[in-house]
């Protein structure tokens, strides 16, 4: 595969050993459908077909996707689309094919927003057991007052209870990247935080200067006097900063401000 077809699509290719260590890493049932996001040239898929659960695969490049036909041809359990996963219909895919598991070696490049498009759709399925890049698995992953807890984490965690599995090396890859990876396991909760679509703006911006206070942070947003108010009504100080607020704490503050 050409340097320029892998740059464009993010692909680094796993190998066997530590594809099949992923694999059985997913706590898969029999029958629930499995949606692999990514195969390229089938490193996880051929040990994830082993367990004879229906697959799906979602990938963007049509030299995969040509490889893959022929090589798992006589697998009457597998399927596979030729489509970027952002631009796939997931929602549709997972109403026909009851709590899926979804899973993948996600490409660097788009694993931060191929994550942030299933969170919303994550309690219709089983959870996303996969591989991202090491310090998004971190950020992933953070909890509140550590270096790494931002807007994604309070994304992720308002839908899933998250943790790293597997932190993996880049000598397990075709070509070797910088980076190091991790398997990481999002499992979704039995009850999401619901909240307005404005209010993960809210948390965004709350972050927008994570040094700073959140009252500076929001202050082209609220008058500072309102939001030492809402502080004050949670009993938070007036120095409180973005990283120490929990999910919750930042929808309490977020309706505290928009009464």
């Excluded at 077909?49 to 697959?55: D, E, R």
């Excluded at 030299?63 to 596979?80: D, G, M, R, T, Y």
């Excluded at 619901?194 to 942070?217: H, M, W, Y």
Aim: hydrophobic share 40%.
């Amino acid at each position: 595969m050409d340097r320029t077809r892998r740059r464009r699509f993010g692909q680094n290719f796993l190998d066997d050993s530590t594809a099949q260590m992923i694999a059985g890493d997913l706590p898969l049932l029999v029958g629930e459908a499995i949606l692999e996001i990514g195969p390229g040239h089938g490193a996880m898929t051929t040990h994830l077909l082993t367990y004879g659960n229906p697959l799906t695969a979602v990938e963007i490049d049509l030299e995969c996707v040509e490889l893959l036909q022929k090589k798992f041809a006589h697998v009457p359990n597998f399927s596979i689309v030729n489509e970027d996963i952002l631009k796939f219909d997931m929602d549709s895919w997972i109403g026909e094919h009851g709590k899926p598991w979804l899973t993948g070696n996600l490409p660097y490049n788009i694993s931060t927003a191929i994550i942030a498009n299933l969170m919303p759709l994550l309690h219709k399925t089983c959870g996303f057991m996969g591989m991202v890049q090491w310090e998004v698995a971190k950020r992933l992953c953070a909890v509140p007052h550590t270096s790494d807890y931002g807007s994604l984490s309070v994304w992720v965690s308002a839908h899933a209870e998250s943790r790293i599995l597997r932190k993996i090396g880049p000598e397990h890859f075709t070509p070797k990247p910088n980076v190091d990876s991790a398997t990481i396991l999002l499992t979704p909760l039995d009850k999401p935080l619901e909240a307005a679509p404005e209010f993960f703006e809210f948390v965004q911006t709350c972050f927008s200067q994570k040094r700073k206070r959140i009252t500076n942070c929001l202050a082209g947003t609220f008058e500072k006097s309102a939001v030492f108010a809402a502080l004050a009504s949670l009993e938070f100080s007036e120095n409180t900063r973005a990283e120490e607020l929990s999910p919750q704490q930042f929808l309490n503050l977020y309706n505290a401000l928009n009464k």
